[in-house]
């Protein structure tokens, strides 16, 4: 094959690739109802996620065996969850007009991985939040439905802040 014909066959690959991911791609107006639910929400916990696939594979392997893991999702995290005490501010950062933007694509961080998920329950079903801040994405997830964003770079930092004092069972590895 030549030169021509293999850039050829790249673009066309890559414009299959940008389609497909167009079509998955939520809309904001799709993340208003775990907004309003979370607004809405008594209680709020958080779960602290175990470490990292990627970069901490050995340390994730030995956390994975603790008695006081569960995975929720598609992801491991510490129990019990911990009571938001900071929920308000949980509530303000995650539901505010541009916290949360459409999601840019794949990060060059070694894989999402949610380091929090905050959690609450609307009627009968039970509404998550998984904060991955190494590639500053959120993923809402109801159970049935999974939608991911980007988060706006000011609720990044305020969520980097809030989520910190829920980091209490996480042995540091290579990524904090």
Not at 47 to 58: A, I, M, V
Not at 70 to 79: A, K, L, N, S, V
Not at 117 to 143: M, N
């Amino acid at each position: 094959m030549s030169l021509r014909n293999i850039i050829i066959a790249g673009l066309c690959i890559s414009g299959l690739v940008a389609n497909a991911l167009e079509s998955v791609v939520p809309t904001l107006d799709a993340a208003a109802k775990y907004q309003a639910s979370l607004i809405a929400a008594k209680h709020i916990v958080v779960f602290e996620g175990l470490p990292h696939q990627s970069w901490d594979r050995e340390l994730l392997a030995t956390e994975s065996k603790r008695a006081d893991t569960r995975m929720i999702w598609e992801y491991r995290f510490y129990t019990p969850s911990v009571v938001a005490t900071n929920a308000k501010e949980l509530r303000q950062v995650l539901s505010y007009p541009g916290s949360i933007v459409v999601y840019g694509g794949p990060k060059a961080c070694g894989g999402y991985h949610p380091d929090y998920c905050i959690s609450w329950q609307a009627g009968k079903s039970v509404h998550r939040a998984f904060v991955c801040l190494g590639c500053h994405e959120v993923v809402l997830y109801d159970g049935k439905e999974t939608l991911i964003y980007d988060l706006g770079a000011s609720a990044y930092e305020k969520l980097n802040e809030l989520l910190a004092v829920y980091r209490l069972k996480r042995p540091k590895g290579h990524v904090q």
